[in-house]
DNA sequence: AGACCTCCTTGACCCAGATCAATCTGCCAC
DNA sequence: GTGGCAGATTGATCTGGGTCAAGGAGGTCT
């Protein structure tokens, strides 16, 4: 349910060299050269911000490596973060001209971007590409309303398992494993970023580590370095009725 | 930001007596044809259940009257809407086969379905079509990403003060007025339903509709008519810094 | 080395909202 | 009418997570 599997595939891509199939698989030679022609590359150090909100957007792309992050904020300073880009995520709003989330790298960050203007003019007169972004799409308002439950509905410690959760099924998909039995990750995110992500504050997120690790539920190197020993503990801590349809 | 406006256009639709133009609006005749073909209505009373999460839905379509929930549980029984459906909102996961959370009338509905099969084959051979429905997703991944914010960061009141304001804001818009000044409708949901909407209980729905009523953000008359009396300091109670682009 | 960051942890206390419980208000059926 | 019931309100109390505050751990400067 979380996060389009299809965007993880290991099917290389001949427009774009990080390995997933997000806009091309179907793409003809005509089509792959018009993307090769308007791709490229962008880097980002950690703590950069690569749109603002309401900024034009020049371009769609995908996270080749990093994190980054979707932020929106209330003007008296609270802020929620909206989305989690890890490799292979899609960014961008095919159009639609203003990004709507600051994007913000919360690690050095690469990105694969198409100049917007000919890719969406390439998505009018290529049907595949427009129902592959609307697939896409569906999987990201998946995963918006699967983290809505998390927000209303979970406490700070289901809170946190689920982060984990999410981060370490990422992760070990990346590196081509099946998320069972032992699992290790690095965080991407600091304590205040994950508070932001999950509706709590840094001091709570703090604790609940700290109790998660008390428990063995996961194990700390450091403060960024996470061992799990039993992922389905860890789904289970998380609350989580379904595996996500990765275990099974 | 809230919903799609183009939704509820009023542009008349031929395939379809609900004034939106979701589909289409760019039809020539023999799409409009085969969309008139595979349409039909489907009414349900309030409480019935529309589809479970997980079943086969036969049909995408739209709400022509009433409202509707998109509902998700846990197995200990908490539960978190991620959607309200209200009239001219879209159902359906184009390319997908199951529903992915329980869709429910809480009120009177009666909805504008296509069958889905032929509907996907329209959208394969119809660019504009994916398009559209891409626009609407992205809508409706806005919309959830909003309530991202709401859920984790406002307050109760601020909670009770933006739904509020959502369905005055639809329901204004459907009757083609501004929503300035006065405003009168009728909350389609019980105390209950918005607990599950906004992530409290209902107790505290109930207190904070009080509280609203005592500070005469509100006016109630009985237990589901609401008169807002001025729509700007309701939106300063839901600590929008923003007015939706519909004030200005 | 020390000074100075940023990030993280932990403790003490507090409060918004949850929980538990009683009552009220329609509204329908008989 | 009266009983029953679903929805709503209101009160009393409790508690999970927020707030405030004090260090600690590591890093990078000079």
Not at 63 to 79: F, I, K, N
Not at 83 to 111: C, E, I, K, N
Not at 166 to 172: H, K, Q, T, Y
Request: charge should be negative; glycine fraction near 8%; charged fraction near 25%.
């Amino acid at each position: 349910m979380l996060h389009t599997d299809l965007a993880h595939s290991t099917q290389d891509c001949k427009a774009c060299p990080i390995r997933h199939r997000a806009v091309c698989a179907r793409c003809d030679a005509d089509e792959l050269a018009v993307l090769e022609e308007i791709k490229y590359y962008r880097s980002f150090e950690a703590g950069q911000t690569v749109v603002w909100a309401g900024d034009r957007m020049e371009f769609v792309g995908s996270v080749v490596s990093g994190v980054a992050t979707l932020t929106q904020a209330m003007e008296d300073g609270r802020t929620q973060m909206v989305g989690l880009l890890l490799p292979s995520d899609f960014v961008g709003r095919p159009g639609r001209d203003g990004a709507a989330y600051d994007v913000v790298a919360t690690t050095g960050l690469v990105m694969c971007c198409f100049r917007k203007k000919p890719f969406e003019q390439l998505m009018e007169t290529t049907p595949h590409i427009a129902q592959r972004l609307l697939q896409m799409t569906l999987d990201e308002l998946d995963a918006a309303r699967e983290w809505m439950l998390v927000l209303g509905r979970k406490t700070a410690r289901e809170k946190i398992a689920s982060l984990l959760a999410i981060v370490a099924r990422r992760d070990a998909t990346l590196n081509l494993m099946t998320p069972n039995g032992k699992l290790v990750f690095d965080l991407p995110l600091t304590r205040e970023a994950m508070a932001d992500y999950l509706g709590l504050t840094l001091e709570t997120v703090s604790r609940q580590i700290s109790a998660l690790k008390r428990d063995g539920v996961i194990v700390l190197e450091g403060t960024r370095h996470v061992v799990v020993p039993d992922f389905s503990r860890l789904l289970e801590e998380a609350g989580d009725d379904s595996d996500g349809g990765i275990l099974s």
